[in-house]
């Protein structure tokens, strides 16, 4: 008893001293683990950067979270917390430090995207609790350490692309459990692919480095375009090593070749010549008769004695090679990190039709270890001259964006225009919003789809910036003219033809002449591709196909906007959206949002309706909330090449 009272005295009253150094402890303790806020971590990442006036609104007054909703740009929040950072296409330079980011333990994702960062690849191997790591499209350069991801057991995405870097693939790349997918393309590495056997790996891209030997068997089911542009790779899906090379004609072959070819043009005029007598000297003998004019305007040249093997592109579309010393029918290229080949190599490939669009054919010709491209014929071209098509061509072979798809190659005859681009697997959006779904194949979810807006907004806002002395940037902005890549990343096409278009056929087919305001005015603005990105967005959220595409010009009564403005009248709001649209768990007020900026994109008052610079910032606004588990974090750039980040899988 006594003892216990004597327990009790010493609990009840501690010893001063004792106390006293306990709580300076618990004191200090406190000062090294929680002095450092979130705002005071991302101040110090900014100010190591080498142009932090690009983050002008982090500043201390303001936290960079309220909630889940971000007060900074760039800052991605969740519950408080820091979760990602999204600093994409703001021109920052530097060396990153990391170091500086690693007491934020709840962060996921980081995305430096085409910025102007330079040096070495950055050391991340601290913050191990990254699912999505992207840096494409800068300035990186060097050797990566063999063991530069060991131990990142969380990562799911990287996107390395359109670097400098050179040496080795890291093997510690192969040993990332969670690994989705693996963006390499367009840097220098070189050597042979490590070994990569994770489970859940979708998508692999080393395009267009210096890589050599055998693709390792567990990626010999991905696509033939991630290995394309590397000259000395062999085995599936490429053609099998120890495959002798095709031999090279030599010199004399080809003057021969050039040789025959002038003599069958020499025979086929002089039968022309002899057949055009024939028929005169019939007309004059035979009473005269209204003969029905043909209009050539339109009319291909007939197709050159080429071997029927070798002709299978050319049997669908009409097109030759120009024997011409001015015109030699050669290719030209718009990038130089693509694997160059000539248009024999592409008009002896096997042909598939596409699709016969507004503008033109398309066909998918597959040539040189499996490269598979798209080839688009345009009809509506035929008066544009040489040199101001050339030059277009050359403006749009500048433009670098990981929403647009990239124009490989043209090739230019008064008569033909071609358009080579390289192919996209996952067909267009509209297939995807339009087609007949199933268990197997269903629609779009909401956080696919606004992905999808997001990219096309951030593709828009890109051409307007670098086109400026174009009234409409793109001008034919439509559902048909996003392509979705393997990870659903949007890639804008036809973009920017209005200056080589003829005019007559620009009024009548292109989705900006069936704007309101070409209706009313007979004109179009800066706003008119706004309208369109509207329309695009209103298609998306309603799984309705726009009627007014199918409209000589605007037709109030089949505008899509219409219908949704009368369905919110009526407050049916909830009938406006795709049924089949999945992922819609506490997403609903952010597709609102999203349905109010489409509609405010659509208003036919042009002083009512936004610039696309505040369209796209509203749009940036929006969130994807859900299982934090699932990454969403959007990009601006494109993939080269392309792109931002992506949904990962729900597993």
């Known amino acids: 008893m006594l003892m216990g009272a004597h327990i009790a005295r010493l609990v009840r009253a501690p010893n001063p001293a004792l106390f006293l150094l306990l709580l300076v402890s618990a004191l200090s303790f406190s000062t090294i683990a929680f002095g450092e806020t979130d705002a005071d971590i ?63 333990r709840s962060l996921r994702a980081i995305s430096l995207m085409n910025n102007n960062f330079e040096g070495p690849m950055p050391d991340i191997r601290r913050l191990s ?64 692919i490590p070994e990569f056997h994770q489970k859940y790996l979708k998508v692999m891209n080393v395009a267009n480095n210096e890589l050599e030997g055998p693709i390792p068997a567990s990626l010999s089911k991905m696509s033939p375009t991630s290995f394309s542009g590397n000259k000395n790779l062999c085995g599936p899906p490429l053609q099998q090593c120890g495959s002798p090379p095709a031999p090279k004609p030599s010199s004399e072959t080809n003057k021969i070749s050039i040789l025959k070819i002038a003599l069958i043009l020499l025979a086929m005029a002089l039968a022309l010549a002899i057949i055009a007598l024939c028929i005169l000297f019939a007309a004059r003998r035979s009473p005269k008769s209204k003969v029905d004019e043909l209009d050539d305007s339109n009319k291909l040249p007939p197709p050159s004695p080429v071997p029927r093997e070798h002709s299978k592109l050319q049997e669908n579309t009409g097109v030759v090679a120009s024997s011409k010393k001015t015109e030699p029918g050669k290719l030209s290229f718009l990038k130089d990190d693509v694997e160059k080949f000539d248009l024999q190599d592409m008009l002896r490939a096997s042909a598939e039709v596409l699709g016969s669009g507004t503008f033109g054919s398309s066909y998918k010709a597959v040539i040189m270890n499996g490269l598979a491209l798209v080839v688009k014929r345009y009809k509506q071209m035929n008066n544009v001259g040489r040199e101001d098509f050339h030059e277009h061509m050359r403006r749009l072979g500048r433009l670098r964006h990981p929403n647009l798809l990239p124009v490989v190659a043209y090739y230019y005859r008064r008569e033909e225009k071609l358009m080579i681009s390289q192919y996209v697997e996952n067909c267009s959006l509209a297939s995807h919003l339009h087609a007949n779904h199933s268990v197997q194949q269903p629609g779009l979810d909401w956080r696919t789809r606004l992905r999808i807006i997001k990219g096309v907004a951030r593709g828009l806002a890109y051409l307007y910036n670098e086109l400026p002395s174009l009234i409409v940037p793109h001008g034919h902005l439509k559902s048909s003219n996003v392509l979705l890549d393997e990870s659903f990343e949007p890639l804008l096409t036809d973009y920017a033809l209005r200056p080589v278009v003829n005019p007559e056929h620009a009024h009548m087919l292109m989705i900006s002449y069936k704007s309101p305001e070409y209706a009313k005015t007979g004109r179009i603005t800066r706003k008119t591709d706004v309208w369109c990105l509207g329309i695009l967005i209103l298609e998306v959220l309603t799984g309705k196909f726009p009627e007014n595409y ?19 009248t009526e407050r049916k709001t909830s009938e406006v959206f795709d049924k089949e649209m999945g992922g819609i768990k506490n997403s609903k007020s952010e597709m609102i949002n999203l349905l109010k900026i489409g509609l405010s994109c659509c208003e036919e008052d042009l002083e009512t309706r936004p610039e696309l610079k505040e369209v796209l910032e509203k749009i940036e606004e929006l969130s994807i909330e859900g299982d934090s588990d699932i990454e969403e974090f959007s990009s601006t750039v494109g993939e080269v090449a392309y792109k931002g980040v992506e949904e990962d899988l729900d597993r």
């Open 42 to 104: 991302l101040l110090h990442f900014k100010n190591s950067l080498g142009n932090p006036s690009a983050l002008s609104n982090w500043v201390p007054s303001k936290g960079p979270c309220n909630w889940d909703r971000a007060n900074w740009v760039g800052v991605i929040c969740s519950n408080g917390t820091i979760w990602g950072l999204q600093l994409e296409s703001i021109g920052l330079t530097g060396k990153v430090n990391f170091e500086t980011l690693v007491p934020l």
């Open 129 to 192: 609790s990254l699912k999505a790591f992207y840096i494409s499209n800068n300035g990186f350069s060097g050797e990566i350490p063999d063991g530069a991801f060991q131990g990142m057991g969380s990562l799911k995405k990287l996107y390395l692309a359109n670097n400098a870097f050179t040496g080795q693939i890291p093997s510690s790349l192969g040993t990332l459990p969670m690994l989705l997918v693996l963006r390499l393309e367009s840097n220098q590495f070189e050597g042979q």
């Open 550 to 568: 199918l409209t000589q010009g605007y037709n109030s009564s089949a505008s899509l906007a219409s219908w949704v403005n009368a369905m919110v």
